[in-house]
T-cell receptor, first 112, second 113 residues
Protein backbone atom coordinates (compact mmCIF):
# COMPACT_ATOMS: atom_id res chain seq x y z
CA UNK A 1 0.00 0.00 0.00
CA UNK A 2 1.58 3.27 -1.11
CA UNK A 3 2.16 5.89 1.58
CA UNK A 4 1.61 9.62 1.49
CA UNK A 5 3.58 11.11 -1.40
CA UNK A 6 4.78 14.68 -1.38
CA UNK A 7 6.37 16.51 -4.29
CA UNK A 8 8.77 18.09 -4.74
CA UNK A 9 10.99 16.88 -1.92
CA UNK A 10 13.35 19.84 -2.10
CA UNK A 11 13.06 23.25 -3.65
CA UNK A 12 14.78 26.60 -3.52
CA UNK A 13 12.97 29.86 -4.19
CA UNK A 14 13.76 33.55 -3.80
CA UNK A 15 11.85 36.12 -1.81
CA UNK A 16 8.71 37.35 -3.50
CA UNK A 17 8.19 34.20 -5.56
CA UNK A 18 5.38 31.75 -5.02
CA UNK A 19 5.44 28.00 -4.57
CA UNK A 20 2.99 25.12 -4.93
CA UNK A 21 3.46 21.86 -3.04
CA UNK A 22 1.59 18.67 -3.82
CA UNK A 23 0.37 15.82 -1.63
CA UNK A 24 -1.13 12.49 -2.69
CA UNK A 25 -2.79 10.75 0.25
CA UNK A 26 -3.06 7.05 0.93
CA UNK A 27 -5.73 5.48 -1.23
CA UNK A 28 -9.08 5.73 0.52
CA UNK A 29 -8.04 8.54 2.84
CA UNK A 30 -10.23 11.59 2.34
CA UNK A 31 -8.78 13.83 5.02
CA UNK A 32 -5.55 15.72 4.30
CA UNK A 33 -3.72 18.05 6.70
CA UNK A 34 -0.69 20.27 6.26
CA UNK A 35 1.90 21.25 8.86
CA UNK A 36 4.89 23.56 8.83
CA UNK A 37 8.00 22.42 10.71
CA UNK A 38 10.75 24.87 11.66
CA UNK A 39 13.52 24.67 14.28
CA UNK A 40 12.14 27.69 16.12
CA UNK A 41 8.38 27.10 16.07
CA UNK A 42 8.28 23.34 15.81
CA UNK A 43 5.28 21.74 14.14
CA UNK A 44 2.43 24.10 13.39
CA UNK A 45 -0.91 23.22 11.85
CA UNK A 46 -1.65 24.96 8.57
CA UNK A 47 -4.98 23.55 7.38
CA UNK A 48 -7.10 20.47 6.98
CA UNK A 49 -9.27 19.38 4.09
CA UNK A 50 -11.98 16.78 3.84
CA UNK A 51 -13.96 16.04 0.68
CA UNK A 52 -12.63 19.17 -1.04
CA UNK A 53 -13.69 21.44 1.83
CA UNK A 54 -11.39 23.23 4.22
CA UNK A 55 -12.43 21.99 7.63
CA UNK A 56 -9.92 23.76 9.82
CA UNK A 57 -7.28 26.45 9.46
CA UNK A 58 -4.28 27.38 11.55
CA UNK A 59 -3.00 30.81 12.43
CA UNK A 60 -1.09 31.65 9.25
CA UNK A 61 -1.36 34.70 6.98
CA UNK A 62 -3.49 34.66 3.85
CA UNK A 63 -0.38 34.08 1.74
CA UNK A 64 -0.78 30.43 2.70
CA UNK A 65 -3.60 28.69 0.90
CA UNK A 66 -4.58 25.20 -0.06
CA UNK A 67 -7.10 23.11 -1.87
CA UNK A 68 -8.19 19.53 -2.27
CA UNK A 69 -9.30 17.83 -5.44
CA UNK A 70 -12.03 15.27 -6.00
CA UNK A 71 -9.46 12.45 -5.90
CA UNK A 72 -8.36 13.69 -2.44
CA UNK A 73 -5.01 14.95 -3.69
CA UNK A 74 -4.13 18.28 -2.13
CA UNK A 75 -1.97 21.25 -2.94
CA UNK A 76 -0.80 24.14 -0.83
CA UNK A 77 0.42 27.43 -2.18
CA UNK A 78 2.54 30.11 -0.58
CA UNK A 79 2.63 33.45 -2.36
CA UNK A 80 5.07 36.33 -1.94
CA UNK A 81 7.62 34.14 -0.19
CA UNK A 82 9.53 35.47 2.82
CA UNK A 83 12.76 34.19 4.32
CA UNK A 84 10.80 32.95 7.32
CA UNK A 85 8.80 30.59 5.11
CA UNK A 86 11.84 28.33 4.86
CA UNK A 87 10.66 25.12 6.46
CA UNK A 88 9.77 21.49 6.05
CA UNK A 89 6.14 21.25 4.94
CA UNK A 90 4.50 18.01 5.97
CA UNK A 91 1.32 16.56 4.60
CA UNK A 92 -0.67 13.90 6.42
CA UNK A 93 -3.70 11.86 5.47
CA UNK A 94 -6.20 9.90 7.53
CA UNK A 95 -9.39 7.92 7.36
CA UNK A 96 -12.36 9.95 8.55
CA UNK A 97 -12.79 9.49 12.29
CA UNK A 98 -9.75 7.26 12.70
CA UNK A 99 -7.84 10.02 14.46
CA UNK A 100 -4.53 8.64 13.20
CA UNK A 101 -2.43 10.64 10.76
CA UNK A 102 0.03 9.12 8.31
CA UNK A 103 2.67 11.63 7.29
CA UNK A 104 4.61 12.03 4.09
CA UNK A 105 8.35 12.65 4.01
CA UNK A 106 7.82 16.37 3.50
CA UNK A 107 8.80 19.10 1.08
CA UNK A 108 11.79 21.12 2.22
CA UNK A 109 11.50 24.72 1.04
CA UNK A 110 14.44 27.09 1.20
CA UNK A 111 13.79 30.77 0.53
CA UNK A 112 16.83 32.86 -0.39
CA UNK B 1 -6.18 26.87 23.60
CA UNK B 2 -4.90 23.34 23.72
CA UNK B 3 -1.17 22.91 24.26
CA UNK B 4 1.48 20.26 24.82
CA UNK B 5 4.66 20.67 26.85
CA UNK B 6 7.46 18.13 26.63
CA UNK B 7 11.04 18.07 27.86
CA UNK B 8 13.10 19.47 25.03
CA UNK B 9 16.39 17.70 25.56
CA UNK B 10 18.50 16.80 23.84
CA UNK B 11 18.70 13.50 25.67
CA UNK B 12 21.79 11.32 25.34
CA UNK B 13 21.78 7.76 26.67
CA UNK B 14 23.91 4.68 26.45
CA UNK B 15 22.52 1.57 24.82
CA UNK B 16 20.27 -0.47 27.17
CA UNK B 17 19.57 2.53 29.41
CA UNK B 18 16.05 3.40 30.61
CA UNK B 19 14.27 6.20 28.79
CA UNK B 20 11.65 8.64 30.04
CA UNK B 21 10.47 11.65 28.05
CA UNK B 22 7.98 13.76 29.96
CA UNK B 23 4.86 15.17 28.32
CA UNK B 24 2.04 17.18 29.86
CA UNK B 25 -0.94 18.71 28.15
CA UNK B 26 -3.60 21.37 28.54
CA UNK B 27 -6.96 20.77 26.91
CA UNK B 28 -10.55 21.75 27.54
CA UNK B 29 -12.04 18.36 26.77
CA UNK B 30 -10.80 14.80 26.77
CA UNK B 31 -8.27 14.61 23.97
CA UNK B 32 -6.60 11.64 22.35
CA UNK B 33 -2.86 11.57 23.02
CA UNK B 34 -0.07 10.44 20.73
CA UNK B 35 3.65 9.95 20.46
CA UNK B 36 5.18 10.39 17.02
CA UNK B 37 8.80 9.72 16.04
CA UNK B 38 10.82 11.40 13.31
CA UNK B 39 13.99 9.81 11.98
CA UNK B 40 16.53 12.00 10.16
CA UNK B 41 15.31 13.13 6.75
CA UNK B 42 11.89 11.55 7.16
CA UNK B 43 8.36 12.51 8.06
CA UNK B 44 6.64 11.62 11.30
CA UNK B 45 5.58 8.10 12.18
CA UNK B 46 2.96 7.23 14.75
CA UNK B 47 4.62 5.39 17.64
CA UNK B 48 1.66 4.88 19.96
CA UNK B 49 -1.60 6.44 21.06
CA UNK B 50 -4.21 6.43 23.84
CA UNK B 51 -7.74 7.70 23.51
CA UNK B 52 -9.05 7.81 27.09
CA UNK B 53 -7.92 8.07 30.67
CA UNK B 54 -5.84 5.15 32.01
CA UNK B 55 -5.32 3.73 28.51
CA UNK B 56 -1.77 2.50 27.90
CA UNK B 57 -0.36 2.78 24.42
CA UNK B 58 2.56 0.53 23.52
CA UNK B 59 4.67 -0.28 20.48
CA UNK B 60 8.24 -1.51 19.82
CA UNK B 61 8.99 -1.60 23.58
CA UNK B 62 7.79 1.97 24.13
CA UNK B 63 4.89 2.66 26.50
CA UNK B 64 2.88 5.67 27.66
CA UNK B 65 -0.13 5.86 29.98
CA UNK B 66 -2.85 8.50 29.70
CA UNK B 67 -3.02 10.12 33.15
CA UNK B 68 -5.99 12.49 33.37
CA UNK B 69 -5.33 13.44 36.99
CA UNK B 70 -1.83 14.74 36.17
CA UNK B 71 -2.62 15.60 32.51
CA UNK B 72 0.44 13.64 31.47
CA UNK B 73 1.47 11.09 28.85
CA UNK B 74 5.10 10.27 29.57
CA UNK B 75 7.00 8.04 27.13
CA UNK B 76 9.09 5.19 28.55
CA UNK B 77 11.28 2.39 27.28
CA UNK B 78 13.13 -0.04 29.44
CA UNK B 79 16.18 -0.60 27.26
CA UNK B 80 16.97 1.75 24.38
CA UNK B 81 18.90 0.80 21.26
CA UNK B 82 21.06 2.85 18.92
CA UNK B 83 18.27 2.55 16.34
CA UNK B 84 15.94 4.49 18.68
CA UNK B 85 17.92 7.67 18.03
CA UNK B 86 15.37 10.12 16.63
CA UNK B 87 13.18 13.08 17.57
CA UNK B 88 10.07 12.24 19.58
CA UNK B 89 6.94 14.38 19.55
CA UNK B 90 4.04 14.29 21.97
CA UNK B 91 0.73 15.43 20.50
CA UNK B 92 -2.96 15.73 21.24
CA UNK B 93 -6.13 15.76 19.22
CA UNK B 94 -9.31 17.20 20.63
CA UNK B 95 -11.53 14.67 18.82
CA UNK B 96 -13.94 17.44 17.86
CA UNK B 97 -14.54 16.12 14.36
CA UNK B 98 -11.18 17.41 13.17
CA UNK B 99 -7.93 15.54 12.59
CA UNK B 100 -5.87 18.53 13.76
CA UNK B 101 -2.94 17.70 16.03
CA UNK B 102 -1.25 20.00 18.52
CA UNK B 103 2.40 19.04 18.97
CA UNK B 104 5.02 19.56 21.62
CA UNK B 105 8.38 20.98 20.58
CA UNK B 106 10.02 17.57 20.25
CA UNK B 107 12.80 15.80 22.14
CA UNK B 108 15.91 14.67 20.35
CA UNK B 109 17.21 11.34 21.61
CA UNK B 110 20.70 10.08 20.86
CA UNK B 111 21.65 6.57 21.94
CA UNK B 112 25.35 5.74 21.97
CA UNK B 113 26.68 2.17 21.64
Amino acid sequence: KAGVTQTPRYLIKTRGQQVTLSCSPISGHRSVSWYQQTPGQGLQFLFEYFSETQRNKGNFPGRFSGRQFSNSRSEMNVSTLELGDSALYLCASSLEGANVLTFGAGSRLTVL
Amino acid sequence: GDSVTQMEGPVTLSEEAFLTINCTYTATGYPSLFWYVQYPGEGLQLLLKATKADDKGSNKGFEATYRKETTSFHLEKGSVQVSDSAVYFCALSDKGGSEKLVFGKGTKLTVNP
